[in-house]
C-alpha cells in the first residue's frame, strides 16, 4: 500500500515541475479555466462536458508528455543535435495538433450558444 500511496506522489511531483517549469502547460490549465467558466455559464449539457473534458485531458496529456520528452533529450544530448531537434519539434507538434483539435471541439460546442445568446 505505502508503494501505491508513494507512486501518487511521484505523479504530483511531475503535476507540479510542469506547472513550474512549463509555461504552456500554466497556459493549457488557465484556457481550461476560461472553458470551465464558459461551460457553466452556457448550462452544458452532460455530452458536452464529456467532450471538452476529453479535450482538455488530451491537450494536458499531450503537454506532460512533451515536457518529458523534452527533458530526456536534454539529459542523453545536451548539445544541440539535428535528431534531437527532430524528437522535440515532433514532440511539441503533438501538443499543437491536440490543442487545434480542443479548439475545434469548443467552436463546436460554443459558437452556437454564443449565436444563440446574442441573437
Keep these: ?3 501505491f ?3 501518487f506522489g511521484y505523479s504530483f511531483s511531475g503535476l507540479a515541475y510542469a506547472f513550474k517549469a512549463e509555461w504552456n502547460f500554466r497556459f493549457h490549465l488557465i484556457a481550461l479555466l476560461l ?3 464558459a461551460g457553466w455559464f452556457f448550462e452544458l449539457s452532460l455530452n458536452e462536458w464529456l467532450w471538452i473534458t476529453a479535450a482538455a485531458g488530451m491537450v494536458l496529456t499531450a503537454e506532460l508528455f512533451n515536457t518529458a ?3 530526456l533529450v536534454d539529459l542523453i544530448s545536451p548539445e544541440i543535435h539535428p535528431k534531437a531537434k527532430i524528437i522535440k519539434d515532433v514532440a511539441s507538434a503533438a501538443v499543437l495538433l491536440s490543442a487545434i ?3 475545434i471541439i469548443g467552436l463546436i460546442i460554443f459558437l452556437p450558444k454564443i449565436f444563440l445568446h446574442v441573437a
Design 5 to 7: 500511496l508513494k507512486s
Design 69 to 71: 520528452i523534452e527533458v
Design 35 to 37: 472553458v470551465t467558466l
Design 101 to 103: 483539435t480542443a479548439f
Design 1 to 3: 500500500m505505502n508503494k
